[in-house]
């Protein structure tokens, strides 16, 4: 079945720093979404990338979707204690189901 | 915003009994979807509902059964509890486009320890 791969699973950086997670899924996918998880919350959608290539910024945040729609970063620029958390990807296949599957999540801690 | 609400939000039980976690979807979602998350992990799909039939079955125990009522909430009924059935549930709905763009807004989960 579909695998999603996420590394790193932990980032601890300095405040300020950058941070970089990347995903990588064994089948092509259709879309792929990123949620952030706060300790003790429910994963919060971010944003979604459908097209091959694609580009989405948030403030600090950037999202890229790989040119073969089977990779994704997600780039925090100068982090801050507030992004802390975990931040899954979560990839849609092809085919007729709307399942996600997640990556196992990066947990980023930021020290002040 | 109104969001996804499920409960209750934290339930025990004891090996062997049955629970009943219910969701009620953001008002005009007409899917449903049924999430397991373990400490540490990620989550694990178990199974969806569009239009009140189910669309896609992950990794859900046969030991778990769930449905989708004519107002769109949904309930997960799990029998013969285990210890290994302790983990956050959370549902998660989304309003169908046909077009695989569909974005999926979790509720608050609920958290069941089984002792």
């Known amino acids: 079945g579909q695998q999603v791969m996420q590394i790193p699973q932990y980032q601890h950086v300095q405040e300020g720093e950058d941070f970089t997670t990347y995903c990588n899924s064994s089948t092509t996918l259709s879309n792929i979404q990123w949620y952030k998880q706060r300790p003790g919350g429910h994963p919060v959608f971010l944003i979604q990338?459908?097209?091959?290539?694609e580009v989405k910024k948030q403030k600090r945040l950037t999202f890229q979707f790989g040119e073969a729609k089977k990779n994704s970063s997600l780039h925090i620029t100068a982090t801050q204690t507030t992004d802390v958390g975990t931040y899954f990807c979560?990839?849609?296949?092809?085919?007729?189901?709307?399942?996600?599957?997640f990556g196992k999540g990066t947990l980023l801690t930021v020290n002040p | 915003a109104a969001g996804v609400i499920q409960s209750p939000r934290h339930l025990i039980k004891e090996k062997r009994e049955t629970a009943t976690l219910k969701c009620y979807p953001i008002p005009r979602h007409d899917t449903v979807y049924w999430y397991q998350q373990g400490p540490g992990q990620d989550p694990q799909f178990l199974i969806s509902?569009?239009?009140?039939?189910?669309?896609d079955k992950g990794s859900i125990p046969d030991r778990f059964s769930a449905q989708q009522f004519s107002d769109y909430h949904s309930e997960l009924n799990m029998s013969s509890l285990e210890l290994g059935d302790s983990a956050l549930y959370f549902c998660?709905?989304?309003?169908?486009?046909?077009?695989?763009?569909?974005?999926?807004?979790f509720g608050p989960g609920t958290r069941l320890t089984v002792l």
């Open positions: 979560a990839g849609l296949s092809g085919g007729s189901n709307y399942k996600l599957t």
């Open positions: 998660a709905s989304s309003y169908h486009t046909g077009a695989r763009t569909d974005t999926q807004y």
């Open positions: 509902f569009y239009e009140k039939m189910q669309s």
């Open positions: 990338l459908v097209k091959s290539g």
